[in-house]
């Protein structure tokens, strides 16, 4: 239908090719597909242009009708997309997990403005129960109340790693078994508490852990030789440290780890649902 309209208005294919950017054979097919689709010519071709036949005269009020009121729609559309969607999460799944969704999100709907809430605590689902953010994102969330809705957009693995120093030191090379990973000790950070208890609870068995207060003096103690961690392959892989040995349990090996979730309320905003859409299918859920 555009290469109609352009054909029609401009009067020629080569000038509707232009307005188009297209390659006049390519207008000349979607001519020839149309007239094949409707049984009927709409144009005859002379050395000046084309001159529209009297069905294509018919035609062009309806065609410009219904690009008029697709217009409208996109301009209300544009309007409604407008507004700020309050978001609590953690620093870490912004900058590891969801920097490239965001970007895309923003670049799309510019009018939207994201603000992001954290928690000292983590506790994005009271926050979102007390209507304090529209959506709440986090690892494994606790099972919510009745009134709201969530789902996982993201469920990825983690790696143990260590340092040359302390594989060296203690004979580890890129593969332990698990009793030698239990008889380790085990650096962790308060955001991997939960992913802890998830895995004492896989291999039925006690960590040796010691748990800091950040990802940053987890990641320094373990660089320091002092125990083994475990952390998401994109902060390790944004180290670019040589001196980082990732490590395998070769006799049983964990499942996947990471699972981060969604949360909000079951009838959410037009401006919420819009950005759980583009959640669900930027993560091909």
Not at 137 to 163: A, C, H, V
Not at 169 to 186: G, H, M, V
Not at 266 to 282: D, G, H, Q, T, W
Request: hydrophobic share 40%; glycine share 6%.
């Amino acid at each position: 239908m555009k290469a109609f309209r352009a054909v029609y208005k401009t009067g020629g294919i080569n000038k509707a090719a232009g307005a188009l950017g297209m390659a006049p054979p390519a207008v000349i097919y979607n001519i020839k597909q149309l007239e094949n689709q409707l049984g009927k010519k709409l144009f005859n071709t002379h050395k000046k242009g084309t001159d529209p036949t009297e069905d294509a005269k018919a035609l062009f009020p309806l065609v410009e009708a219904a690009f008029e009121n697709l217009s409208k729609c996109n301009e209300l559309l544009n309007t409604e997309n407008k507004g700020t969607i309050r978001i609590g999460t953690s620093a870490f799944i912004v900058d590891f997990w969801m920097a490239k969704f965001l970007r895309e999100f923003q670049s799309k709907y510019p009018n939207v403005v994201l603000e992001f809430y954290h928690h000292p605590r983590h506790n994005y689902l009271t926050q979102l129960e007390e209507n304090k953010v529209d959506v709440a994102m986090m690892q494994f969330l606790k099972r919510p109340g009745p009134q709201i809705d969530i789902f996982e957009f993201l469920n990825i693995g983690m790696t143990f790693f260590t340092s040359k120093k302390f594989a060296t030191a203690n004979n580890i090379k890129d593969e332990i078994t698990t009793e030698r990973f239990f008889e380790l000790p085990f650096i962790c950070h308060a955001q991997s508490r939960t992913v802890l208890d998830k895995l004492e609870g896989f291999f039925g068995q006690k960590l040796k852990a010691v748990e800091v207060a950040s990802v940053l003096i987890a990641y320094n103690m373990v660089m320091d030789g002092q125990g083994i961690g475990i952390f998401f392959d994109d902060y390790l892989d944004a180290q670019k440290d040589d001196q980082i040995v990732r490590l395998r349990i070769k006799d049983r090996p964990p499942p996947p780890l990471a699972v981060h979730e969604c949360a909000h309320h079951k009838n959410p905003s037009a401006l919420v649902a819009l950005f759980v859409r583009e959640l669900k299918r930027f993560y091909a859920l």
